[in-house]
């Protein structure tokens, strides 16, 4: 297999008023013909959540969803019941299989979560 190199200047951006994402396959809005998933792996994220905001329940399915995160904490939850606060070091594993609704959010008042989604 080929060795590909992916600079941290050439990944993808998305901003808003509480979400700074660098995407390095297309992703949201940004698309990059030459980028659209690397074999079965298609999202790799780096996402900074300001405090009190996050993901809202929305569905995935047909994947498996890894969370990583590496600074301040990541409240999740979802229609299977689970529900918890991740924090740095921590490593959460989803499958999504047929259908699964979840949501995502900073629970901090005032720091910001940075974490990794694949």
């Keep these: 297999m ?8 050439e990944r993808g951006k998305t901003r ?7 995407h390095l396959f297309s992703f949201g809005n940004w698309d990059n013909p030459k980028r659209r998933g690397f074999g079965s ?3 790799f994220n780096e996402d900074r ?3 009190k905001t996050g993901f809202g329940l929305h569905s995935h399915d047909n994947m498996e969803i890894i969370s990583i995160v590496l600074d301040g904490q990541l409240e999740h939850l979802d ?8 924090v740095p070091g921590d490593i959460q594993v989803r499958s999504a ?6 949501a995502e959010r900073n629970p901090s008042h005032d720091r910001p979560a940075r974490f990794l989604q694949i």
Excluded: E, K, M
């Design 2 to 9: 080929a060795r590909s190199i992916f600079p941290a200047r």
């Design 16 to 22: 808003t008023d509480w979400l700074t994402s660098h």
């Design 41 to 43: 792996l298609r999202v």
């Design 49 to 51: 959540i300001r405090p």
């Design 79 to 86: 229609t299977t019941g689970n529900q918890g606060v991740l």
């Design 97 to 102: 299989g047929s259908g699964i609704r979840h």
